[in-house]
């Protein structure tokens, strides 16, 4: 489970994601020209949904054409895998400048779960690239109405690293503050930008995975933002105790509910962090994990965590995207003198009280177990 050299230094990949007209598009032109961006490879559906026009140096191939920032643009109409695949054999080859980057352009009604499960787990891309960051893109003034009848905007939120709330000068500062206030109890980690015509910092919007190239380590308080729940809820200690593991119990943090309202699908979307005081076996959470992505998969809308394993030193770091999870990382070293595990859950129709005791009794399950073999 150790991360070598190989895997930090996988092209760091960031997708863009929102409701139809969110500004997606505009952002995109907006990041293209600034500086620091020249190595960057782009993946959009068609090249006439963005206006490449005064961007537009020269096209190296049918599908890929060179901008005037140095950037690379590439039009997809068919499957990511072979797209990012292309791509990667095309640098290999010099038959297209090195990039250090890629932004995928996802299209207004895409759920972006497919997207992140293919960066996970195709066998070539996992050793190429690397999911960064989820950007998504939020239309201030008809963002209200696209939560309320479309489930897909709900979704593109919920998994959202960074959230770009555009067009605020249109909706009005009220409008917009109650849309921002439903968006961070949707989604509490994710930092909240309020943007007009796409102008944003592009540092703003990268950087969010678990490596920080700049400082060549691995960043998990960034990553995982769990202080972020703590002003979404109260604390609620587990008193189901085991006799024989008297000292465990957990933690949660969580979203704030909202009034039922059958327009409201974030109504079914929670948010919440669980936390466990004594270290978890891996053989429980290995266990719970298959369980719950075979039976509940479609309801763990992300999932991410840095684990304190029994028998060993340094944390383990894990990512999921629904039934997907990604491969664990060991860490080099706790990132404080918290030792606690800590998961971060954002989920559909699937509360943390059945999490947390599921976990909770596997856990202490495999503790007694591996107690009665020791004794034998």
Known sequence: MAISNEQVERVATTVITGFLGSGKT???????????????????????????????????????????????????????????RDLFVKRTRGEIPQFDRVIIETTGLADPAPILHTLMTDPL????????????????????????????????AAVADRILLTKADLAGETHSNTLATRLRALNPAAPIYPVHNGDIAADKLFNAGLYD???????????????????????????????????????????????????????????????????????????????FTQMRGESLLRVKGILNLVGEDAPVAIHAVQHIFHPPASLPAWPSDDHRSKIVFITKDLGPQIIRESLYHLNAAVAETAENGSSD
């Open 213 to 291: 190239p700049t400082t060549k380590s691995m960043d998990v308080q960034k990553w995982l933002r769990d202080e972020a729940y703590d002003h979404h809820g109260e604390e609620v200690h587990d008193h189901t105790h085991n006799h024989k593991h008297d000292h465990d119990h957990s933690h949660e943090h969580h979203g704030h509910s909202h009034a039922n309202d059958v327009n409201r699908h974030d109504d079914h979307i929670q948010s919440f962090c669980i936390t466990f005081d004594d270290p978890i076996h891996w053989d429980a959470f290995v266990t719970w994990a298959e369980i």
């Open 125 to 156: 891309l996992t050793t190429k690239f690397r999911l960064d960051s989820v950007v998504t893109t939020v239309d201030a003034v008809n963002g209200a109405h696209q939560l309320d009848h479309h489930p897909e905007s709900v979704k593109q």
């Open 26 to 84: 505009t952002l995109l032109n907006v990041l293209l020209t600034q500086d620091g961006m020249d190595k960057t490879a782009v993946l959009i559906n068609e090249f006439g949904d963005i206006g490449l026009d005064h961007l537009l140096v020269r096209e190296i191939s049918e599908d890929v054409v060179l901008l005037n920032s140095g950037c690379i643009c590439c039009s997809v109409r068919g499957d990511l895998i072979s797209g990012l």
